[in-house]
């Protein structure tokens, strides 16, 4: 049995994803994709095929001292959420592209919560009540 490599296993991952999450002209795909040095993201109408909005580190506008980082990747997002909006688009299906929802990703996604996309979607931590109750 040949041995896959990472980059492999994220693209099974996003193949699997893609199946369950698709974009339309309303609630487009919100899509990631992550280098080692950038990170990208795009709204995607799947249904006309064709890309509303997208920000990057690779813009010179939004472009730091390195794109391959947490605070980077909250500057994409909240760029991304002021384009969407004035695109006309207030809500998205989140495709974090076969990467693990934690570190930059998800300093994006929840950057785009903060700035106007999904609200009625806040990810909201439980109380050390909640949590003490609960076990």
Known sequence: MAQKNRADIRRGVHSRI??????SETRPRLAVFRSLNHIYAQLIDDDSGKTLAA?????????????????????????IAERALAAGVSNVVFDRGGYVYHGRVKALLDATRTAGL??????????????????
Do not use: M
């Not at 893609?18 to 974009?23: A, E, I, M, P, S």
């Not at 939004?62 to 994409?76: D, M, P, Q, R």
């Not at 009625?120 to 003490?132: G, R, V």
């Open 55 to 79: 920000a990057s580190t690779a813009e010179k506008a939004l472009a730091g001292k390195t794109g391959g980082n947490i605070a980077a990747a909250e500057t994409v997002g909240k760029a």
């Open 18 to 23: 893609r199946k369950k999450v698709r974009g």
């Open 118 to 135: 999904n609200k009625n979607e806040t990810a909201e931590k439980p109380s050390k009540e909640e949590s003490n109750n609960e076990s």
